[in-house]
């Protein structure tokens, strides 16, 4: 079934009707050839960008087309929050197949405002195109006061290593969707993390304004992998107390699929938790929750550049990065 | 041909070597979640966004991979140059098959480096992704001095209407390859405008500080497209002298491919020029050069909100806007 294509003027009219705006800092948004944004005084702006492709990061048979708008801007928007930022801005690049520009695009559109007005982001601009397949690309970009970004790269041996969340949810409902159990109603709650990941934005910002973390990364790859991105910028190792993980809990229901919940929150991807390192110094000041998101201490940082888990049986053992690389297979 | 992939890691550092930078207003670059700019006081910054993909805007059989690196870079690059600003930094996200990982990604990022040291621009981020086939999504920022942006909006009744450069070149180079001529030799230097536009940098930045043009937009669509949007936003007409056409020169040889100078002038994509007003009092001040691209007055900005052309007999009719849609076909 082919809808009926409009004009890229209609089209553009059709997304600027869902993402009203108005903001002091945005001279000129969408419609001229940038938009222009004023910074404040001793402000940095964070900007990141990131692709959210058909078949690579979602299936359109499966997931929801408000699912698809929503996650697409809200996993662009986790990088915000891991600096320690707030959103300000983003801008989108769409290619669309004639047969989505009807409903489907409505229900995308209808899923990214949504999420836009919950991260306080104003659209400011995009691009769109005609495609074989959905495709789109975000941007995102967000505000901090001068300086105090935290990035990947502060950690030091002896720091608290801290997480927000619970950990492999979302990858639980990915392989719910794997083995065809996501029609089933009463997996809707596991799927809801896979399907509408909520940035850590206020965790991220409370972190910022309190300068309670040396280091910061958001887990879109994996624990595995993104506490390696966090030692590798850091010139650090780290070791992680398996008995303290906050591992999603696999329904009883479940149990026989053999998934491990120790993996699943070690290696499972999409999380979009906040992975954070504290001085021990300022540990005491650490609270359990921020804005009702809890906070665990899993391990501490250590000098020597390997990253180990530690079992329950107090043994130690190398972690291998197994979380998602676009360009490897698992 | 299936070359072997690399790890993200491994892609990112082949993108990074080509992309060195250092820039005060950038403390945080590559590599982290998000990059960290810290503008200066007074200043605005220009954010756009373009799509570049295989078979849309670009045939990878027909032009060599520097050209779609250098190009992809080079027409979002021209927007910068539109609002008349300086440009700064780009992010880049790439879906990427396997066969064009080693060689042709290689060509690429050579001719994306090119064009990133003509231009001025720092890489400061972007996201890699294995897909089917090869997709780019540019962001690309700049910076002005507070207020000095020259938008699509401001053209006032009476202005003179101006274009930099030759119109309808970058379209006959595109005559040439729809007509399988583009591989014969003498018509190399015809193609040099389809394969490595020339953003107006120079000309924009002189018309921003000298505060000449009351409105300005690049020539991406082609002219009577783009002329539409000046008028659209700034709320006016235009007229368009044929006779004064900066048209393209169509080499004898080629004549009877039945091509219109006229037309390639009027509808021809992808020249990157720059087509502004400048109010009639400030027109003594408009050099016929700058920085060696020559500027054309072709007609001027009328209260009536029609875009019409003014023949060499002295005969209006209506143009219609006859440039590139990405949804409609011509």
């Given at each position: 079934m082919v809808a009926k294509m409009d004009s890229e003027e209609k089209l553009i009219e059709r997304v600027r009707r869902r993402f009203p705006f108005s903001a002091p800092w945005l001279p000129v948004g969408i419609g001229d050839d940038a938009a222009v944004l004023r910074p404040g005084r001793g402000a940095d702006w964070v900007v990141t960008t990131d692709a959210f492709?058909?078949?690579?990061?979602?299936?359109?048979?499966?997931?929801?087309?408000?699912?698809?708008?929503?996650?697409?801007?809200?996993?662009?928007?986790?990088?915000?929050?891991?600096?320690?930022?707030?959103?300000?801005?983003?801008f989108i690049t769409v290619g669309l197949p004639d047969a989505l520009s009807g409903k489907w695009l409505n229900g995308f559109l209808d899923g990214m405002a949504r999420a836009a007005r919950r991260f306080g982001l104003t659209l400011a601009g995009g691009d769109t195109t005609k495609y074989s397949s959905f495709i789109a690309s975000l941007t995102v970009m967000g505000e901090t006061k001068r300086g105090r970004a935290i990035l990947r790269s502060g950690a030091q041996p002896g720091d608290l290593l801290c997480v927000s969340g619970t950990l492999g949810e979302a990858e639980l409902g990915l392989r719910l969707i794997q083995r065809r159990r996501h029609w089933q109603k009463r997996w809707a709650e596991i799927l809801n993390k896979q399907f509408y990941p909520e940035p850590r934005l206020a965790l991220g910002k409370w972190l910022a304004a309190h300068r309670l973390a040396s280091s910061m990364i958001d887990t879109s790859d994996g624990l595995s992998t993104d506490l390696g991105h966090i030692c590798a910028a850091s010139g650090v190792g780290a070791i992680v107390r398996t008995a303290k993980l906050p591992a999603v809990r696999i329904p009883n229901e479940l149990q026989r699929l053999g998934l491990g919940a120790r993996d699943l929150a070690l290696n499972g991807g999409e999380d979009y938790e906040l992975l954070f390192t504290v001085p021990k110094k300022l540990a005491a000041r650490l609270p359990r929750h921020v804005g009702g998101v809890p906070i665990t201490v899993i391990g501490e940082v250590v000098r020597e550049k390997?990253?180990?888990?530690?079992?329950?049986?107090?043994?130690?053992?190398?972690?291998?990065?197994?979380?998602?690389d676009p360009f490897l297979k698992k």
């Open positions: 492709l058909e078949n690579v990061h979602f299936l359109r048979k499966i997931q929801p087309a408000e699912s698809v708008g929503y996650k697409a801007l809200a996993r662009a928007t986790s990088d915000i929050a891991a600096m320690g930022a707030r959103p300000r801005c983003f390997k990253i180990r888990v530690l079992d329950e049986n107090g043994k130690l053992t190398d972690l291998r990065a197994g979380g998602w």
